[in-house]
Nanobody, 118 residues
Framework: QVQLVESGGGLVQPGGSLRLSCAAS????????MGWYRQAPGKQRELVAT???????HYAEDVKGRFTISRDNAKNTVWLQMNSLEPEDTALYYC????????????WGQGTQVTVSS
């Protein structure tokens, strides 16, 4: 009933940029929080960035100053602008949406691969 469609991943060189997009559709009228997790080989899933409907944001320490999250509440769309990419950013990035301020996000995208390599 609720679908999240992600796009924007790809292969870039170190120092390059990518912009991820995620749009939610279906039986949902409002979303409290949207954001991105990532999972790299051999590592646990990591919260990269989140943004609430009130445009409050949170970033992982190792992406602060390089990544910017934004959203359009009317379109239920969230973007992640990633600049100055590093090989350590290589991971599968998952978009999520949560209509509630607490609890695990019930809605997830299919994942989009980001690979940073020379």
């Amino acid at each position: 009933q609720v679908q999240l469609v992600e796009s924007g991943g790809g292969l870039v060189q170190p120092g390059g940029s990518l912009r991820l997009s995620c749009a939610a559709s279906g039986s949902i009228s409002s979303i409290y929080a949207m954001g991105w997790y990532r999972q790299a080989p051999g590592k646990q899933r990591e919260l990269v960035a989140t943004i609430t409907s009130g445009i409050s944001t949170h970033y992982a320490e190792d992406v602060k100053g390089r990544f910017t999250i934004s959203r359009d509440n009317a379109k239920n769309t969230v973007w992640l602008q990633m600049n100055s990419l590093e090989p350590e950013d290589t991971a599968l990035y998952y978009c999520y949406a949560n209509p509630r301020p607490r609890g695990p996000p019930p809605y997830w995208g299919q994942g989009t691969q980001v690979t940073v390599s020379s």
